[in-house]
């Protein structure tokens, strides 16, 4: 009986990870690239490399399909990585026709977050139920919807950009052009951001200490030790997230809520708001959330699944 | 070749319409009942007579499926009918499988919203897309999400209680427990409760003229000629209902918002939030919103054949 392989490519700002993965999520190899990303030619070139040596080198079963997780906006009916943020690609690319041409296999395209999701659906909380968030807190903040045991995708693929609800009333305005989002409370790189302009009318906090390399949970930690900008930032980010997950339990009604990304990973966020969420919600649909729990999959390797898994769908196997 | 026919049945807290349908979303003839309600026997007696006089009376082909809209916590699996707020329905009934049992054929059960939004999907908005909301504010507000042709349930049922989400910081305090819903602030039962809130406080104005007979539009009305309490609670409405429905888009990415209900019947409202919604959302995502449009079927009909629709989908054809 031969074996199904498929291949995965997790593409981010400053890296490249391609692996041959089984149909059970079992990794078979992979390998780490440096994304070069001086110009747009030279990003691409970057990924077609990566694809090229891995191939190469790689001597098992023929692989049934690759999928792409990409930072940035993806067109995935085309398989058109459309522009991204952090890195110059500024106007369209059809990566998964070019990919295609070279390998001879289908080949299918998403956003990381939407990947990571299928990642969850196919081998991660998804094994057991079929209706779930997946909240992904790093630098920003997104959500992968999964209702009924399909990702919600919205009309053009852009749905799970829970990082844009407002949460607060006439607060700072967002670079989205509203008062008050989530993202700039909540996300890694938003409360770094707050932190850095703050900093100068608290000349006593702790945090001055930590410099450039201040994360999240030294923010959270400081928070406990009493530090009062520290605190400040904290608990914006506890009142803020806690009311952003009720409105998402209230109006989705999901079973679960998994959670991932670099924010979230040391558990103290969530562990304060937990409370708020398992209350919040109207009584019948709060019944029905079973809880709040870290995801199961490996933080290092739910990219490269996720891409996995989106070769998974269009390889011919379920 | 025969045709074939549905019945649905849209119970209301004060009235029962039941009707025979095609599938085409044509109606055959319609009958309306009061709705007695008293008890909870008397309730369930309603519901069951008007069905036996309505069946009675049919001299059409034999009818594949009867389909149920009721207001209140539904379990369709189950066909349950689990709690109603406004009727004497305090604990489950198994009204499918009474249904089943008289009429012997499948019966489908769901909440008149749900139902609606199956209408939506069958003969409105959903013969074009896909992905959509339905929005309905009436008395309460709710929403229907639809999104690759799929009624958005939720693990039980329960999506879319858009009502429940914050949209005021330290807002007034809502039944729900927490504070700044947006039910209170933009329903017609939550407009009307605050002007009569606020009546005493503001001796010069109009509202006063309208006694119990007032209504959402002479409020808006009211706002357009200056009375300063409308004008008020209509801005509250705009901005919170605006607010929401941003962030609804930016999560969901939605295709069209399709809108019904009393509250929302004359356009005032929507046409007072519509540049919000358009420009508010990010980029790639209001570019991908073609736009919100008033249901295209009739308000007094939208519940029978929101009914009907769920006898559809078990009556062997979809």
Redesign the interface.
Same mark, same amino acid.
């Given at each position: 009986m031969s074996e199904s392989v498929f291949i995965g490519v997790d593409v981010g700002a400053t890296k490249i990870l391609v692996g041959a993965v089984r149909q059970t999520g079992n990794i078979i190899s992979s390998r780490r690239f440096k994304m070069e990303h001086e110009t747009r030619a030279i990003t691409l070139h970057s990924i077609h490399n990566a694809l090229e040596v891995f191939m190469q080198a790689w001597d098992g079963p023929a692989p049934r399909a690759i999928g792409i997780g990409l930072v940035g906006?993806i067109d995935p009916e085309t398989g058109t990585w459309?522009e991204a943020m952090n890195l110059p690609i500024k106007s369209p690319v059809p990566l998964a026709g070019q990919v295609r041409d070279r390998f001879g296999i289908p080949v299918a395209l998403d956003n990381d977050v939407h990947a990571a999701t299928m990642a969850e659906l196919h081998w991660g909380i998804g094994t057991e139920?079929?209706?779930f968030l997946y909240l992904n807190i790093g630098t920003g903040v997104s959500?992968g *919807?999964v209702?009924?045991g399909?990702l919600?995708? %919205?009309?053009?693929?852009?749905? +799970?950009? *829970?990082g844009?609800?407002?949460?607060?009333?006439? %607060?700072e305005l967002c670079p989205? +052009?509203?008062r008050?989002c989530l993202e700039p409370i909540v996300s890694g790189g938003g409360m770094l951001a707050r932190v850095k302009k703050e900093l100068p009318n608290h000349p006593d906090s702790i945090l001055h200490s930590f410099g450039k390399t201040l994360t999240t949970h030294q923010i959270f930690k400081a928070a406990d030790a009493g530090d009062p900008l520290a605190g400040k930032i904290s608990n914006d980010a506890i009142d803020s997230l806690g009311?952003a997950l009720?409105?998402?339990v209230?109006?989705?009604?999901?079973?679960w809520i998994v959670y991932g990304g670099g924010t979230l990973s040391d558990g103290w966020l969530i562990d304060h708001v937990r409370e708020n969420v398992e209350?919040?919600?109207?009584t019948?649909?709060r019944k029905?959330l079973k809880g709040i729990i870290p995801s199961r999959l490996n933080p290092e390797q739910v990219g490269l699944l996720g891409a996995a898994c989106l070769a998974l769908d269009i390889g011919g196997i379920k």
């Open positions: 906006q459309l139920s079929k209706d959500a *919807l209702f009924g399909q919600l995708r %919205g009309s053009k693929n852009y749905a +799970g950009e *829970l844009h609800m407002v949460v607060q009333s006439d %607060g989205c +052009g509203r008050g009311t009720v409105n998402l209230n109006l989705l009604n999901p079973e209350t919040g919600p109207l019948m649909i029905s």
